[in-house]
């Protein structure tokens, strides 16, 4: 953010003059106490902080590199607090579920609903969150292209299951 608000500023920060570090503390004068830095890891703190300690002031250098040393140590710069971490269980969506495929079992939509939601495991089928509706069938609508897109163009969300007989494998392809 700040380097790229400060554009005259070498690309190689060994090359940077007391200048160039005024000029990037100036840019991100506002934003260096909204930075929780005492909930940075240390390895972050070593390569994304310290070359850059100069903006910061003395004080503030001084508490990173303390908490670095002893986490319990207390600190003298005002910081923000460590942001709460909630955990909220969302209530399971009761949505029925029909399948009207003749390609697709209630299986095959738990494991897509699964993929949808980046679960690392497959939903159980009498969970599945989402409700799918059939909008092209081969058989009764047509194999073709204009087809495809006539009932299949602009609608979010769309599930696309195709069948390949001669392999009996399937493709799978989501949009959101």
């Not at 090359?15 to 940075?40: A, G, S």
């Not at 972050?44 to 303390?66: E, M």
């Not at 986490?71 to 399971?92: E, M």
């Not at 969150?129 to 194999?143: A, E, I, T, V, W």
Request: with cysteine.
């Amino acid at each position: 953010m700040g380097k790229e608000q400060t554009p005259d500023l070498p690309s190689d920060l060994k090359q940077w003059t007391e200048k160039n570090f005024l000029d990037l503390k100036t840019t991100l004068d506002q934003c260096i106490p909204l930075i929780r830095y005492f909930q940075m890891s240390g390895k972050d703190i070593v390569a994304k902080v310290k070359p850059y300690r100069q903006i910061l002031g003395l004080n503030l250098w001084d508490d990173i590199s303390t908490k670095i040393m002893d986490p319990d140590a207390s600190i003298s710069s005002t910081i923000l607090p460590a942001r709460k971490k909630i955990h909220v269980q969302l209530p399971v969506r009761q949505v029925q579920f029909i399948n009207s495929s003749s390609i697709s079992n209630d299986e095959h939509f738990a494991e897509i609903s699964s993929w949808i939601d980046r679960r690392p495991s497959k939903y159980n089928i009498t969970e599945i969150p989402y409700k799918f509706n059939l909008l092209l069938r081969g058989s009764r609508d047509g194999f073709t292209c204009e087809t495809f897109h006539r009932l299949c163009d602009n609608i979010l969300g769309t599930v696309v299951v195709i069948k390949l007989m001669a392999q009996m494998k399937y493709l799978v392809g989501i949009t959101h």
